[in-house]
């Protein structure tokens, strides 16, 4: 495998594994052949990058992701493929390595950094490759290059945001798994995730310090301890949705987030601060849910000495619609308080982008999604807002008179839009025994087989109009009329329409109308549409 990227001079670097397409291309670049006929040396690749990985914990999950894709196209499902690209990217985005310094937020994750120092070195310098065993191997190979080699590298992979975070902050250094010195019964007092009693409830336990160190995801560490339960979560250090602020003093500081999903066992928002100090101990701080809600897919900014968190998704009795959750943590003494804002706000936003201003008197918020409430999906932040966090007031940039409709089934069931284009896709490419499947799976859901093609024609509407093309979208379609892009979010329960810029009402009109008969055909049910 690596004979074969170093032949082709296939960089792979940050940005690479960063977009979607550009992780499809690759795999095309080595061709289909090589991975549907040639298995051997892709379970060869696997071996090799686990094993080079199998002493960092932080990223080795991250790895697994990445080799499932391969895995994936190896079984012909291009649709599944491009899922798992999608689930990555949040993966990469919203895990530990989310990283916030001073006024920037830098998506850097050290498993891709791993990745692009192993195949810079396998393409210009096959002898520091042979040198490399692990993660740590690739870091100081590249903390030793010239300067020389540090322009190459930064040419091509951005090496410059590595080391400026290196140089200000200790970050990316081995935390040594601790050995497993406490008796199932400790690990069963300290199994289940716990509220703090004062604000903040300094903890400390020799579990959870294990499961920071090694990793391990709740199912995993249940496993160690040949554990089953599906009454209670497992406490977890491996979550999505949390943010680390690293301080210049060495600290890394966790903030909650989420592990699994609504319809897991250990599904589980929290609502905790998890310092890691410089000397690799490990300190928690638990609150009282009235001081720190459950909280993930939030904003940490650092001002000085304190980090402000901005945004929430939280569990669905917790949002409060209309209004954007803020907490002010202090570093010093960790405690949390929550901030009331004024003015315009962006309502109960998560996913965003936060920045602070040079003068580090305001923040402005950008990207994310928003609940409005009434049981519709979380709809995009299309504007922009700035928080100004000496008066704690919003103000709102840009008014993006956007219009926006949700097509959806009047029963609020889930779409089979996703099931239907993989079906589609097997369909095109003569894959027969899995096209198959898919039909008994729509005649035993659904109760009849849809008429796969049409979906191809979905976002056609009966007006002149341009098909965009864009390659780092997954589940969205575009099209131009009359200047205006209008984009269709494909989600389970819905179809987002968003006419970005000013339409006459007759062309929106038909591409709603057009896009609502379709879908009722499609899936023989009555779809409805709502605006907001």
Not at 129 to 146: R, S, V
Not at 177 to 206: A, H, I
Not at 507 to 526: A, F, N, P, V
Request: net charge negative; with cysteine.
């Amino acid at each position: 495998m690596e004979k074969l990227l170093k032949e082709k001079k296939i960089p792979l670097d940050l940005k690479k594994w960063m977009s979607n397409e550009e992780v499809k291309s690759i795999f095309l670049e080595l061709g289909y052949e090589l991975i549907y006929e040639k298995k051997n040396i892709v379970d060869d690749a696997f071996k090799t990058l686990n094993e080079k990985m199998k002493d960092c914990p932080y990223f080795k999950s991250g790895l697994q992701e990445i080799l499932e894709i391969i895995t994936f196209v190896a079984h012909n499902n291009d649709g599944v493929l491009f899922g798992y690209l999608h689930k990555i990217n949040d993966y990469f985005l919203a895990e530990p390595f989310t990283i916030s310094y001073d006024n920037e937020t830098f998506n850097l994750e050290m498993g891709i950094l791993y990745q692009a120092i192993l195949w810079h070195c396998v393409q210009y310098n096959e002898e520091e490759y042979e040198k490399i065993e692990n993660f740590f191997d690739a870091y100081n190979i590249g903390l030793n290059w010239t300067e020389d080699e540090k322009k190459l590298y930064k040419d091509k992979h951005r090496l410059d945001i590595f080391y400026e975070l290196q140089s200000k902050c200790k970050y990316g250094r081995k935390i040594v798994p601790k050995k497993v010195d406490f008796t199932k019964e400790e690990f069963l007092l300290w199994r289940e995730p716990r509220l703090g009693k004062d604000n903040p409830t300094k903890l400390n336990s020799l579990v959870w310090e294990y499961g920071v160190c090694s990793y391990e995801s709740a199912y995993g560490l249940n496993k160690k301890f040949n554990y089953s339960s599906t009454k209670s979560a497992t406490w977890c250090f491996s979550r999505i949705g949390k943010t680390v602020t690293l301080l210049a003093d060495g600290r890394e500081i966790h903030i909650a987030g989420e592990h699994e999903d609504f319809y897991d066992s250990d599904f589980y928002i929290y609502n905790d601060v998890i310092v890691i100090e410089p000397d690799d101990s490990i300190i928690f701080y638990n609150y009282p849910k009235d001081v720190f809600l459950p909280t993930d897919f939030h904003s940490a900014t650092l001002i000085e000495d304190i980090i402000v968190i901005i945004g929430n998704i939280s569990y669905p009795e917790y949002r409060e619609i209309g209004v954007t959750q803020i907490y002010q943590l202090d570093i010093d003494s960790f405690k949390i308080t929550k901030i009331e804002s004024i003015g315009n706000n962006p309502k109960w936003i998560s996913r965003h982008k936060a920045i602070l201003s040079e003068d580090k008197k305001s923040i402005k918020i950008i990207g994310g999604q928003i609940d409005v409430g009434g049981n519709r999906s979380l709809i995009e932040n299309i504007d922009e807002w700035e928080l100004n966090v000496k008066t704690w007031e919003w103000r709102q940039l840009t008014d993006k008179q956007w219009k926006r409709f949700e097509i959806k089934r009047k029963d609020n069931d889930f779409n089979h839009l996703y099931k239907i284009r993989n079906a589609l896709f097997d369909l095109e490419h003569n894959w027969q025994d899995d096209y198959t499947k898919a039909l008994e799976y729509f005649k035993e859901e659904l109760g009849f087989h849809p008429n796969i093609k049409l979906i191809k024609e979905l976002y056609f509407p009966n007006i002149p109009y341009n098909i965009v093309v864009e390659k780092d979208n997954y589940r969205v379609y575009k099209i131009e009329v009359k200047g205006i892009i209008v984009r269709f979010n494909e989600e389970d329960d819905a179809i987002v329409v968003t006419i970005e810029g000013y339409l006459e009402d007759k062309y929106i009109d038909e591409i709603i109308r057009d896009t609502l008969e379709k879908m009722s055909i499609l899936e023989r049910c009555e779809y409805v549409v709502e605006s907001f």
